[in-house]
């Protein structure tokens, strides 16, 4: 099995930042893409942003130069700086990865909630 522990979510002022972690435990042996969702109130879950095991990047329109992310193979670990942020932010966050020969696995969620 594979656990994923997420932190760093909070409330912020519109403009602020905040970075999130995401970390896998467990029989994690081969990671592949690592991946934030996030989901507001009363809307679908959606892609933010993904990373695969090269290193390569894709990004939401909306997040598109102000969020960035990154990450640490040795430590199993998947960031995202979230800078600039807008009352639109608002959401759950979640991480998603990928472990090969074992599936998808998500995190439990952490809020962020930027006022204006």
């Known amino acids: 099995q594979v656990q994923l522990v997420e932190s760093g979510g909070g409330l912020v002022q519109a403009g602020g930042s905040l970075r999130l972690s995401c970390t896998a435990s467990?029989?994690?042996?081969?990671?592949?893409?690592m991946n934030w969702y996030r989901q507001a109130p009363g809307k679908q879950r959606e892609l933010v942003a993904g990373?695969?095991?090269?290193?390569?990047?894709n990004y939401a329109d909306s997040v598109k130069g102000r969020f960035t992310i990154s990450r640490d193979n040795a430590k199993n670990t998947v960031y995202l700086q979230m800078n600039s942020l807008k009352p639109e932010d608002t959401a759950v966050y979640y991480c998603?990865?990928?472990?090969?020969?074992?599936?998808?696995?998500w995190g439990q969620g952490t809020q962020v909630t930027v006022s204006s």
């Open positions: 998603k990865v990928a472990v090969l020969a074992l599936g998808a696995y």
């Open positions: 467990g029989s994690v042996f081969s990671i592949s893409t």
């Open positions: 990373i695969s095991s090269g290193g390569n990047t």
